[in-house]
């Protein structure tokens, strides 16, 4: 499940935007499912379930997620749990669920989708995307921020907020993380500065 929201357009520290980065785990992932004889399916969702893609099995129907997946372009509002909940309707195998997403919406609500996962006795896999600068907060003085689903601005004075936001951020990826472990989904924060190989083999791989 792949989120394609407009959230993920963001790009600053990392190398990639976040739906750059976040595709190109797609493909990774997927390549290396199938390499062990695996089937891979593939869903994108916004607010709701976007495209879906039937699962295959061989480097042949790879190429078919893989063509789609170049075709990504981040648009459009999340909701993150209503996508789950329709994607759980979809899902009649008990199959590894994998989520790559920033999880821009409340953990509560985020949770409740995985918790459908969970009842349905799927495993889950929770890629969870950000960009550097928004775990750390990089900007000084007097900054105008937009928010890119919705279009609304906010001007602050980064040094007035810059603890209580890095606070208030990890909060948030501690109650995505506790949450998570609730479902027993494995969640896997990643920085879309850290290397493509090394999220993929040396953490994903692992899990």
Known sequence: ????????????????????????????????????????GLMTFDSALRRQ?????????????????????????SNIEAAI????????SRSLVIIISDLLQQPAEVVRGLRHLHHDKHAIMV????????????????????????????????????QAYAQEVQRYIEEIRTGCGSCLAAHHLIDTRSPLEESLFMRLAKA
């Open 127 to 162: 890629v969870h995307v950000m960009d550097s600068a928004e775990i750390r907060l990089s900007y000084a003085g007097m900054a105008e921020f937009r928010e890119l689903e919705t279009g609304a601005r906010m001007v602050v004075e980064i040094d007035d907020v810059r």
């Open 1 to 40: 499940l792949l989120d394609t929201s407009e959230s993920l357009a963001f790009k600053d520290y990392g190398a990639m935007s976040k739906i750059e980065y976040a595709s190109h785990l797609a493909a990774g992932l997927m390549f290396m499912l199938i390499s062990q004889g695996d089937t891979v």
């Open 53 to 77: 893609y039937e699962p295959v099995g061989s480097m042949e129907g790879l190429r078919h997620l893989l063509l789609a997946l170049e075709e990504i372009k981040a648009a459009g509002r």
């Open 85 to 92: 909940h329709e994607a759980a309707q979809q899902i009649h």
